[in-house]
């Protein structure tokens, strides 16, 4: 089983649109957790770190669900420049390692 | 802040040849650094965590005499592919965790541009 797994999608919705990503965690011991997204042939930019509380900056909205090992981003209001696609990503200390999902590619039409 | 830099940015070589390239951290000190390789819409594959002073980390199944990494210094680290083929053509990327974690980053990592290797 993979450390960490995404829908590879893609999620085509139009603009303004809201658009939701799960991504899961096989290992409990994984202890941070973050959302990049990464353009094509670029490389990973961090979009938000994901806090046990869940946090919000503008249209994006992250959360952690550590009893079902899950996080989710939320995007509201769906833009063009959100066309991307977008990394979970995973750190367990003890290995001090950075788990990637396959990535979730996300398309917003005008 | 927390930016990274690559050097170079693309490089087209011939079979045999080696290729050095550098990723620097230019506004902080990283300890550590790593690399990774990324293949057409695939995620990326951790190579590599590169440890300043000490000896890279290799994942299994990569070459350490392929892949020469040296951590000299707190903000900067060179991945070397040595004898270069056609299958090594990839997009090499590093990333670096700033020390002392700046304010509010935790342990986020930062990503160099990368760096497109032809090998022809």
């Known amino acids: 089983r993979k450390e960490v797994e995404q829908d590879p999608g893609p999620f085509n919705v139009p603009e303004g649109a809201t658009v939701a990503f799960n991504c899961t965690y096989s290992n409990s011991a994984s202890q941070s957790f973050f959302w990049y997204r990464q353009d094509c042939r670029k490389e990973p930019k961090l979009l938000m770190s994901?806090?046990?509380s869940g946090n919000e900056d503008g249209r994006f909205t992250a959360q952690l669900n550590r009893a079902s090992q899950y996080i989710s981003l939320l995007i509201r209001d769906s833009k063009l420049s959100d066309s991307a696609t977008y990394l979970c990503?995973?750190?367990?200390?003890?290995?001090?390692?950075?788990?990637f999902g396959s990535g979730t590619k996300l398309n917003v039409k005008p | 802040g927390a930016v990274v830099s690559q050097h170079p940015s693309r490089v087209i070589c011939k079979s045999g040849t080696s290729v050095k390239i550098e990723c620097r951290s230019l506004d902080f000190q990283a300890t550590t650094m790593f690399w990774y390789r990324q293949f057409p819409k695939k995620s990326l594959m951790l190579m590599a965590t590169s440890n300043e002073g000490s000896k890279a980390t290799y994942e299994q199944g990569v070459e350490k005499d392929k892949f020469l990494i040296n951590h000299a210094s707190l903000t900067l680290s060179t991945l070397t592919v040595t004898s270069a083929h056609p299958e090594d053509s990839s997009f090499y990327i590093c990333s670096a965790i700033p020390f002392p974690p700046s304010s509010g980053s935790g342990n986020e990592q930062f990503f160099g541009p990368g760096t497109r290797l032809t090998v022809l």
């Open positions: 990503v995973v750190l367990r200390y003890n290995f001090n390692k950075f788990y």
């Open positions: 994901v806090y046990s």
